[in-house]
């Protein structure tokens, strides 16, 4: 099944997404806050589009259970995730002004660009693909880590969000849509699909690294 393969190529990056310091640190409630202020302003971009591209899939398709699983993805996030993060801005005192100022981090924009290219190049079954690892992957780590629990109650309240019931149903459904559009699938579909959700698994990793360095474009060359 796509999910296994899948999932087993792209190990390395996942073990290493337990293993960073921003989620070992996370746990441990010692992650500096600036570091989670800036994922968090970088996570706003990328959930928007990661609703957007949810909808245009649902829009694209002509297979009735993916259109369903599509816009009920989208709608998920807009009403579940967004509003949690919107709660965290609050809390944090993150100002549209500050989100405005802040450029969009090199690989927040390289992880939604290759999910659109997905969309646009490929077939659906990549598409859906290469969303898969963001849910999967935040739910592992929501498990892994509400075993412990986070001291800081902020973070605590992150952690919460991803290991709950709701998180593991929308996984399992993802994974299952996933397995099923592996097997209608051509050959050159199937790697697409593979490749999709590696890329997908090595920006997940990067965008933790992306919020410890705070992350920016490189200025270039003086005259």
Known sequence: MFSKIARERANPYWLGSFKHSFITQLAEGTLPADEFRYYLIQDRYYLEHF???HAM???KTDNQTVKEIMIKGANH?????V???TMFFKELGITD???AATPIAPTAYHYVSHMYRQLAEGAVSSAVAGLLPCPWLYHEIGLRLIKTGS???LYQRWIETYSGEDSAKEVLEHCELADQLFLTS??????????AFYISSQLEYLFWNMAVTKETWPKGANK
């Open 57 to 59: 899939i649902a829009e």
């Open 151 to 153: 001291p800081n109650e």
């Open 97 to 99: 002004e500050e989100v």
């Open 51 to 53: 609703s957007k591209i």
């Open 77 to 81: 996030l807009e009403s579940g995730e």
């Open 83 to 85: 509003m949690v993060r």
């Open 186 to 195: 051509t050959d050159i579909e199937k790697e697409q699909m593979i490749e």
